[in-house]
DNA sequence: GCATTACCATAACAATCGTCATGAAAACCT
DNA sequence: AGGTTTTCATGACGATTGTTATGGTAATGC
């Protein structure tokens, strides 16, 4: 058999690239294979050769902006160490620029439409589970006593002040800051989204006392 | 010309009703006049009598949904005051039961839904803004100093510890909590979600040392 | 009591969408 | 070079959807 002439993969990438654009700027409800086509510049048969169903392009879709994100969070994780970590990856996530909004404003569209299926909030809540687990790595190193019980004695399930619950609120706070700035009309600066979500932050991580490294070496 | 048999106002409630449980199991793509008219026990006459075209249906039910909800906040708040009013519409908020649940499920469809028009964009923000001057009110008492620059010296636009700021960081990490239980699977108990969310709306608002009053009045 | 109007079921229409079959052109392997 | 396979355009089909027209029934006003 011969061999296919590009890289499979990468084709199909290119597809869904194209509907993360379109997803962006026009809806989830409103994509149209016939649309996604044209802003290809091809017709459906592209489509239909590449993925089996219009349920798996829309998938692989989100698949590829969820792991794209999710690396470009670690990424950003790697370079530093300590609350300038923490504020890196939050830099990198809010969206200070179009690609950034249009990765937002794709997964709040996938968000929406996870609603009506269990199939599909299911597969929203593990990836909700893996940022959760990112921050709490990220917050871990921050919290002021591991185990020394400062207020609550017994190790609650999953709800008082360890580094679970710290983590998963600052995921939730981070993300709900990210989707509100990426939904605006007129997008806010970068300069006002970074400084506002890391004072928030730094409010809800602890240890902020004793923090007179002012504006730190982060640039 | 005779008068209405019955409430007309009403009668479009009963059907933004019908509307919202349908979104909230079935998704906000696959709602169809039909099925909803089938949920109503009724045909598609009903709905052409009493909305001019769907998406005015749909239009309505939004905002039933966002007034209800928007409308039981404020009934908490007015219980209470002090931190004790804060928490007690924390607790209004969260998806405790099964209304609450499905209100906060279509709210998410319908946010999802807003991504692809600029028109429903402006719409979500418009609504947001009501949040977040909900919660600065329910924030400004519980801020230190009004105007005494601790550490920023200027009054800076929105951006630093103010109690504007506060209240949106809060609104926003109240709603990611609401919406992350609202699509678990498995819904998780009203005192757990209660529990966590005021750990972590306390930790992201200020004054909460000598707050020694543990587990105040509120039942 | 009669005309009028609200209320709603029914059915048909036009448009749109996902899917699939067909075929042609280009690339690949031997 | 020839056969094979990938790649993709084209067009048609069936299903579904929002919308509209039509008609009937019951309630209301005069």
Redo the contacts between chains.
């Keep these: 058999m011969s061999r296919p002439r590009g890289d499979h993969a990468e084709r199909r990438a290119v597809i869904a690239r194209a509907a993360t654009a379109v997803?962006?700027?026009?809806?989830?409800?409103?994509l149209t294979l016939r649309d996604l086509a044209a802003a290809l510049g091809a017709t459906t048969g592209v489509l239909t050769h590449y993925f089996p169903s219009k349920d798996a392009l829309v998938a692989h879709t989100k698949e590829l902006v969820f792991d794209a994100c999710y690396a470009r969070a670690r990424l950003a994780a790697e370079g530093a160490s300590g609350r300038d970590r923490l504020h890196a990856v939050v830099a990198e996530l809010l969206p200070v620029d179009d690609e950034r909004r249009t990765t937002w404003?794709?997964l709040?569209?996938?968000?929406?439409?996870?609603?009506?299926?269990?199939e599909l909030?299911?597969a929203?809540?593990r990836r909700?589970r893996r940022w959760f687990a990112l921050f709490e790595d990220l917050v871990t190193p921050l919290v002021p006593a591991a185990g020394g019980g400062r207020v609550s004695p017994r190790p609650?399930?999953?709800?008082?002040?360890n580094a679970a619950?710290?983590g998963m609120?600052v995921a939730?706070?981070v993300?709900?800051?990210a989707?509100?700035f990426a939904?605006?009309?007129r997008p806010l600066s970068a300069a006002?989204q970074v400084?506002?979500a890391r004072?928030?932050v730094d409010?809800?991580v602890?240890g902020a006392r004793r923090s007179s490294r002012r504006r730190t070496v982060a640039r």
Excluded at 23 to 30: K, M, N, P, Q, V
Excluded at 108 to 118: D, K
Aim: hydrophobic share 45%; proline share 4%; no cysteine.
């Design positions: 997803i962006a700027e026009r809806g989830l409800e409103t404003r794709v709040v569209a996938f968000q929406g439409s996870a609603v009506g299926s269990a909030r299911r929203h809540g909700m609650a399930p999953g709800d008082d002040g619950a710290l609120a939730l706070l993300e709900g800051m989707i509100h939904m605006l009309e006002r400084a506002f004072a928030q409010r809800l602890p």
